[in-house]
């Protein structure tokens, strides 16, 4: 067994473990629950762990879990057309008018 991946975002370790789970890549995850022991533990120590069950599987894993990290950084703030409004990456209506996001492709 070898460890590929810890965060103290849960949600981002599901999300990979759920990607490699799907691309038929065997692994498990580790410490989903071990949340409680941070105080007695280390809070690095308690956070949730992908854990892959051979070796020979690490360059796909990695090439996933590179593509992800790439599809995460092709996200980007955007300025709204219609009221010239800043948005996040994560809207895709403008928060203060509620015009949709222009297509990356066009604009």
Known sequence: ???IFTS???L???????RLVDMGIPCSLRNEYAVGGAGELAPQD???EIWL????????????MDS???????QFDWFCRQCQE???????IC?????????????
């Open 86 to 92: 800043k948005n996040y990456a994560g809207f895709d």
């Open 8 to 10: 103290e975002d849960r």
């Open 53 to 64: 069950a051979d070796e020979e599987w690490l360059p796909k894993a990695k090439a996933a």
């Open 46 to 48: 308690c956070w949730p």
């Open 95 to 107: 928060w203060h008018c509620e015009a949709e996001r222009p297509d990356p492709e066009i604009a």
């Open 12 to 18: 981002m370790v599901w999300h990979i473990h759920q």
């Open 68 to 74: 992800l990290k790439q599809a995460a950084e092709k």
């Open 1 to 3: 067994m070898l460890k």
